[in-house]
């Protein structure tokens, strides 16, 4: 049996190693799932092996790993199994009420001071011993042991064939397990004598790591000791925020995740971030799947140009060379932004009064 279990979060995995190799120099037994859950395995099944197989629990709190359902589901399933947790404070963070009551070990500011002590917590002998008491010895009366010589072995005889037909003959109703951990749908399941056949994980719109769908559904009648099949929602990708990047390279950034990308011209007056992505759809770090699609805004060179020719997004180039202006106001110098060369492609963006043009620079691919 492992000493210890550690229940982090993959993105504490620089300092959780740190944290193991530490405990292992000290003589420590340490279950971490990168090392300990073979290729192929199932996950699942192997962490929850894990977390039994170990004398104590290791819950590393952070500001990630307080939001991770995975390492939620570890520490609920170790309390569940009457595991003596230890949580570990890696950083300063809101410790989930179950455990927040529990004597725990801190790290910051003084890291291996936190260790020292975390491995006398850890080896230290939780053993108790219980007295055992002898009564004296009671026989009984001859008549007593005829009826249990007897009419035992017949009421069991009965009761074991009642016991049995309703046990593996009689059904029982799928539970609803929409909206729960895989974990948590194999508890209900258990306690309602069924459990997880297959584990198909894939992307939905529900929340990450939630069942979204079982077969049979809830409600159906099926016989005990049936399997019943479970969809569960993948981890989902994390948006990268292409803000400042080129065209081609937050295309290429989003494309390689398997985003669909969808590409915004606007005009920005007076910046200098011409040729850059100046906003996106949606925020760095939304959790999204392959496949959902991204708007993002290109900043082009533009302004406003007196050009008495040119209708609404036509393309054309300009007759001599002009001063680009962030609004109409020909009076102050203030207004002007830049200048176009004459012959500059541009489309009209915006017409505006008499002349007026709102217009953007055209990159030739365009025409």
């Not at 593996?168 to 749908?185: H, N, P």
């Amino acid at each position: 049996m492992h000493d210890v279990f550690i229940s982090y979060s993959r993105r504490d995995q620089e300092a959780v190693e740190k944290i193991r190799k530490a405990l292992s120099r000290r003589g420590v037994d340490v279950w971490i799932d990168q090392e300990d859950i073979g290729t192929g395995s199932r996950w699942d099944l192997q962490i929850e092996e894990g977390i039994q197989k170990s004398k104590k629990v290791l819950v590393i709190l952070s500001a990630d790993s307080i939001i991770s359902s995975n390492v939620s589901d570890e520490w609920a399933f170790a309390l569940e199994k009457g595991k003596h947790l230890i949580p570990v404070l890696l950083e300063e963070c809101d410790v989930p009420m179950r455990i927040a009551n529990l004597q725990r070990i801190e790290l910051v500011p003084d890291f291996d001071k936190g260790i020292s002590k975390l491995v006398e917590e850890v080896l230290k002998n939780s053993k108790t011993a219980a007295a055992k008491k002898q009564g004296p010895r009671f026989t009984l009366p001859p008549a007593f042991i005829n009826f249990f010589k007897y009419a035992v072995p017949l009421v069991l005889v009965v009761g074991g064939a009642i016991f049995g037909y309703n046990k593996y003959f009689s059904t029982v109703e799928v539970q609803d397990l929409i909206g729960v951990s895989e974990s948590e749908a194999a508890r209900i399941l258990k306690d309602n004598n069924l459990s997880i056949g297959r584990v198909i994980v894939d992307y939905n719109e529900a929340p990450e790591f939630t069942v979204y769908k079982s077969e049979p559904a809830a409600g159906a009648e099926v016989k005990r000791f049936s399997k019943v099949d479970i969809h569960v929602v993948k981890e989902k990708l994390r948006v990268p925020n292409v803000v400042g990047l080129s065209r081609k390279s937050a295309v290429d950034t989003l494309e390689s995740m398997g985003f669909a990308v969808t590409v915004v011209r606007s005009v920005r007056h007076g910046t200098n971030d011409f040729g850059k992505i100046i906003s996106m759809s949606l925020r760095e770090n939304d959790p999204a799947y392959p496949g959902t699609e991204i708007a993002i805004t290109l900043a082009d060179k533009g302004g406003w140009i007196f050009l008495k020719d040119g209708d609404q997004d036509e393309i054309l180039p300009i007759p001599k060379d002009f001063r680009l202006r962030n609004d109409t106001d020909s009076t102050s110098s203030d207004t002007v932004i830049g200048t176009l060369r004459k012959g500059t492609l541009v489309k009209v963006v915006k017409t505006h009064g008499t002349g007026w043009r709102l217009v953007r620079v055209v990159n030739p691919q365009e025409v």
